[in-house]
């Protein structure tokens, strides 16, 4: 299939492919055991780079196969975003900062104001 046909989705710890035209399931990766709330995806012309609980993957774009996976140890378990050189950049990741940052800011004034 033709990559620009393909939407992909990062959730709970899982990457999932559909068909753009259909919305047809393609096929679903499950990166980790356990589920986060946040991962941030983005492709090329064949594969998938997913960043999710401190870890970046990469996968096939067609099959979902994982093809390699790297712990990013001494980093920690923050957003992250990802680029490639040459593609538009993503901004998913800096928007789920934004709104995280705000629910927490939003949460200290309430907290404040009762206090």
């Known amino acids: 299939m033709e990559p620009e046909n393909i939407v992909l989705v990062g ?5 999932l492919a559909f068909r753009r035209d259909t919305g047809a399931h393609l096929w679903a990766t499950e990166l980790k055991s356990s589920s986060h709330d946040f991962i ?4 090329d012309e064949d594969r998938v780079y997913a960043h999710t609980g401190g870890e970046l993957f990469c996968l096939d774009l067609q099959t979902g196969t994982k093809l390699w996976h790297d712990a990013l140890k001494g ?3 923050g957003l992250a975003t990802i680029a490639l050189p040459g593609a538009a950049p993503n901004p998913s990741a800096l928007v789920a900062k934004k709104a995280q940052d705000d629910e927490a800011a939003a949460s200290a004034a309430h907290t404040s104001t009762i206090a």
């Open 75 to 77: 980093f920690g378990y």
């Open 11 to 15: 959730v709970k710890g899982a990457v």
């Open 40 to 43: 941030t995806v983005i492709s």
